[in-house]
Antibody
């Protein structure tokens, strides 16, 4: 059973870079034809797709965040990561990592709250 | 504003059938599969329906999905108290180099 776990600072100062890592267990991140995604959810609001990375390393990003987002993968550690630069209070949210297959996002991390505040 | 449009709320009594709509456009629902997710309070979303009308194993057949043109629907029959949750639709949008888009979510209340 694949499991995903987000990790990273829960508090980030405005204008700094938010960095999160998703550790995948129960399966290799480089096997299959899956994408590895980041999705976020501000408190009391809906879901927003941030972007994804394919096992080859190719990426797709939400156009509204593209200038600030970098998603990378470290196959040796079975991890993928999110960097979001120049954060503001509007980036405060629960951040989820998820595995995207042709059947959708079936496996999700539990989510991690990141607060942007000085 | 979400790219896909869902009603903010829906309700029903136990045993009833409820439907939740999801409206999009020719760049997303019109050309892509629709996916539905259920989110209970404080938890990660759970895949409910994939590829318009397919249920993952373990999802009761009380849940069904359909799509027509640029709209989709999620139907829940035999409503139960544990179905009270937020429901989101999602689809791939082919505009602007491609992106996943979500509906704003529908809060389902079981009266």
């Amino acid at each position: 059973q694949v499991q995903l776990q987000e990790s990273g600072p829960g508090l980030v100062k405005p204008s700094q870079t938010l960095s999160l890592t998703c550790t995948v267990s129960g399966g290799s991140i480089s096997s299959g034809s899956d994408y590895w995604s980041w999705i976020r959810q501000p408190a009391g609001k809906g879901l927003e797709w941030i972007g994804r990375i394919y096992t080859s390393g190719s990426t797709n990003y939400n156009p509204s965040l593209k200038s600030r987002v970098t998603i990378s993968v470290d196959t040796s550690k079975n991890q993928f990561s999110l960097k979001l630069s120049s954060v503001t209070a509007a980036d405060t949210a629960v951040y989820y990592c998820a595995r995207e297959s042709s059947s959708g996002w079936y496996f999700w991390g539990q989510g991690t709250l990141v607060t942007v505040s000085s | 504003q979400s790219v896909l449009t869902q009603p903010p709320s829906a309700s029903g009594t136990p045993g009833q059938r409820v439907t939740i709509s999801c409206s999009g456009s020719s760049s997303n629902i019109g050309i892509s599969y629709v996916y539905w997710y259920q989110q209970l309070p404080g938890t990660a979303p759970k895949l409910l329906i994939y590829r318009n009308n397919q249920r993952p194993s373990g999802v009761p057949d009380r849940f069904s999905g359909s799509k027509s043109g640029t709209s989709a629907s999620l139907a829940i029959s035999g409503l139960r108290s544990e179905d009270e949750a937020d429901y989101y639709c999602a689809a791939w949008d082919d505009s602007l180099s491609g992106q996943w888009v979500f509906g704003g979510g529908t809060k389902l209340t079981v009266l």
